[in-house]
């Protein structure tokens, strides 16, 4: 999340929201003045087909299919767009409209201050959480060599 931080790019924070709880793009939208948006595209549920590679680098294969929402709104000028795995409308409106939002560098900095920097952290707490828990997990195989007789 580091990169996020340091390059205010739409990558980045196209990340950080689609990773976001629902609670926490709530809590964060609370936080700041939101414009009237207009939606372009109503939020919508499908499915996407996941993608997966033998041993991260080999050939590709279909893992499954997953839930998706998306949406389209139309913030001033700028058209934000949002893409979250599972079936959360409310959440999909919020993280497009706040995609419209960081558009304008009028209001970017704000908004990285207020929504994405708080969120990036708590996501980054979470998986240094998750990783804590999975190290307390592991076990550590190793082999005896007999002897020679």
Request: charged share 25%; proline share 3%.
């Amino acid at each position: 999340m580091n990169r996020v931080n340091e390059n205010r790019d739409r990558a980045g924070w196209m990340a950080v929201l689609a990773r976001a709880t629902h609670s926490e793009i709530v809590a964060a939208v609370e936080k700041i003045d939101m414009p009237a948006i207009d939606i372009v595209k109503p939020a919508e549920v499908g499915t996407i087909m996941l993608e997966g590679r033998a041993g991260g680098s080999g050939q590709r294969f279909n893992a499954g299919e997953a839930t998706m929402t998306r949406c389209v709104v139309r913030v001033g000028e700028c058209l934000g767009f949002s893409y979250a795995l599972g079936r959360d409308k409310k959440k999909a409106v919020l993280c497009a409209a706040l995609d419209g939002l960081l558009q304008n560098p009028m209001r970017r900095n704000e908004i990285f201050e207020h929504v994405i920097a708080p969120i990036a952290a708590a996501y980054a707490k979470r998986q240094e959480e998750a990783s804590r828990r999975a190290a307390a997990t592991k076990v550590d195989f190793f082999t005896m060599v007999r002897g020679d007789g």
